[in-house]
């Protein structure tokens, strides 16, 4: 599977920002796509995460209520729709898929065989 994420860009805050990530190769409908994110100095942390097949989804603490996750099989893409968004949500963003991942492994990045190139999301105050 191959991933290519986009939509990245600078916003000020409060502002809204749509990412995509597409997938290519052997995609399936067992297929669980995430975003996850990474600041400067920081450690990479889990955004978001759908299932295909049942459209399952999981939100970070921190993004909740704040980014939705959605997918459109027909396209085999993924989106994350962020809104309301704050100075630290600055990050590269990273999109990662994987097989057969249960639902309380979706926060887990090791759950992830397949990542994306990351795509930057600068928030400004």
């Known amino acids: 599977v191959q991933l290519q994420a986009s939509g990245g860009g600078l916003v000020q805050a409060g502002g809204s920002l749509r990412l995509s990530c597409a997938a290519s190769g052997r995609t399936f409908s067992g297929l669980t796509m995430g975003w996850f994110r990474q600041a400067p100095g920081k450690e990479r942390e889990f955004v978001a995460a759908i299932r295909w097949r049942d459209r399952i989804t999981s939100y970070g603490e921190s993004v909740k209520g704040r980014f939705t996750i959605s997918r459109d099989s027909l396209k085999d893409t993924e989106y994350l729709q962020m809104r309301s968004l704050k100075p630290e949500d600055t990050a590269v963003y990273y999109c990662?898929?994987?097989?057969?991942?249960?639902?309380?492994?979706?926060?887990?990045?090791?759950?992830?065989?397949?990542w994306g190139q990351g795509t930057l999301v600068t928030v400004s105050s």
């Open positions: 990662a898929a994987s097989q057969g991942i249960i639902v309380s492994a979706m926060q887990n990045s090791m759950s992830y065989h397949y």
